[in-house]
């Protein structure tokens, strides 16, 4: 994986509260295997391997979550591959209470397989040299991201990886919950351009109680880059979220809490203006201010996600409006 500058990196570690949840440690142990499916049977601990007979699973110990509580955990594990290989699809799939999930790799293993931690974070996850990058991710309880063909996202032998959870429990009963993630993968002989992901983070958001306005930025696309999927991540006041290029609206949504996303699976999407802009409308009726942070009941982001190849360079983050490699 390649490595980010220490300027860019001080700046990065400064979105530690961007994806963490603060809480205690808590090792609950789990599967530390990621077992592969091979003919047909999977052995994915009930995980559903849709028909994918080339690949691996895993699915996370069930975490309990009280009636009102919201949480974030990471699930740490390493993933048994005896060599590198391109996933061409994604699925997953999140019980009820779940907010989103995200799947971080790292070059060294941030905790021992198996655990599972209140502690942990996103772009501000690693340490200095273990930088998490961020891989694959969901908000919808069922998801499905296909790959164009030819294209595909490298996951390494012995990959080590966490698998980020955000919950909210809105019912008043205690909540079983955990991520099932299944991967689609290319046989041994066959290559693929490598794909990653595009992602934007807003640091800005500052909403008195009553107030409108419109957070965003606008950021560099490296020339020639293909997107074959976007979306947008905000909280529940956001009214309005968009992402365009130039003058041309790629992509809106009026749901911040399932915002859809546009999809270019054959006829991939290349940015004119080699540029994304990307913005968040919110309304602040919540009686206190609202700031960007990691919650969504009192917090705000806003957040275009894509993935795009050819992508050599590993993924791009895009910060306000200052792209980190």
Not at 68 to 75: A, I, P, V
Request: with cysteine.
């Amino acid at each position: 994986m390649r490595r980010i500058g220490w300027l860019a990196l001080s700046t990065l570690f400064s979105l530690a509260p961007l994806m963490v949840a603060c809480g205690d440690d808590d090792d609950d142990g789990g599967d530390d295997d990621a077992p592969t499916i091979d003919g047909g049977t999977p052995d994915g601990a009930g995980a559903d391997s849709g028909g994918i007979t080339s690949g691996f699973m895993i699915t996370t110990p069930d975490i309990t979550v009280a009636p009102g509580d919201e949480r974030t955990y990471c699930y740490y594990t390493t993933l048994n591959l005896d060599r590198d290989v391109g996933v061409k699809r994604w699925l997953s799939h999140m019980t009820d209470g779940s907010h989103h999930m995200i799947v971080y790799f790292t070059d060294q293993a941030e905790k021992p397989d198996g655990t599972i931690d209140e502690a942990c974070g996103g772009f501000g996850g690693g340490s200095g040299v273990n930088i998490p990058v961020w891989t694959y991710s969901a908000q919808n309880v069922d998801a499905d991201m296909k790959i164009p063909a030819g294209v595909g996202m490298t996951v390494g032998k012995n990959q080590h990886m966490y698998i980020q959870m955000h919950y909210l429990n809105s019912t008043d009963a205690d909540l079983n919950v955990h991520v099932e993630l299944t991967a689609e993968t290319y046989k041994e002989e066959e290559t693929y351009i490598p794909a990653a992901a595009y992602v934007t983070y807003n640091t800005e958001i500052n909403l008195k109680d009553g107030e409108t306005k419109t957070f965003g930025g606008t950021c560099a696309i490296p020339a020639g880059s293909k997107f074959f999927t976007l979306s947008t991540h905000a909280h529940k006041q956001a009214t309005h979220t968009q992402v365009e290029d130039g003058a041309a609206m790629v992509f809106e949504s009026d749901d911040w809490e399932h915002p859809g996303a546009t999809d270019w699976l054959n006829d991939n999407y290349t940015f004119a203006t080699n540029s994304l802009k990307y913005s968040c409308t919110y309304t602040n009726n919540s009686g206190h201010l609202v700031t960007e942070g990691p919650s969504a009941q009192t917090d705000e982001m806003c957040m275009a996600v894509g993935y795009f190849f050819p992508a050599p360079n590993g993924p791009k983050f895009c910060l306000n409006s200052f792209v980190i490699q």
